[in-house]
């Protein structure tokens, strides 16, 4: 059964950063696309970053310059790195892979992530 275990999540003042951290089990993150999405308080889940399983990376657009996502295939684990954090940044994150060889879509429980002075 495929797993992820994620954290990282925390409560932070606008300016911070923190890492997120999403260690697969039964699934190689270098077989799949992995993505981090971001779901804020009473809205929609929408994709934050991608990083495909050539390495190529994509950030949305408003994250650009602050966020980073990377991966450690001998960890077998994704992150996300989030800099200059802001109160909109705060909802639960939640890693997603989609495994090449099938399309098959699977996610995390989510880290909650709250950006607040």
């Known amino acids: 059964q495929v797993q992820f275990v994620e954290s990282g999540g925390a409560v932070v003042q606008p300016g911070g950063s923190l890492r997120l951290t999403c260690t697969a089990s039964?699934?190689?993150?270098?077989?799949?696309?992995m993505g981090w999405y971001h779901q804020p308080p009473g809205e929609q889940r929408k994709l934050v970053a991608t990083i495909e399983s050539s390495g190529f990376t994509i950030v949305e657009a408003s994250r650009q310059g602050r966020f980073v996502i990377s991966r450690d295939d001998l960890q077998n684990t994704v992150y996300l790195q989030m800099n200059s954090l802001k109160p909109d940044d705060t909802g639960d994150y939640f890693c997603?892979?989609?495994?090449?060889?099938?399309?098959?879509?699977?996610w995390g429980q989510g880290t909650r992530v709250t950006v607040s002075s």
């Open positions: 997603n892979a989609v495994r090449i060889a099938d399309k098959t879509d699977y």
């Open positions: 039964n699934i190689f993150v270098s077989s799949a696309d």
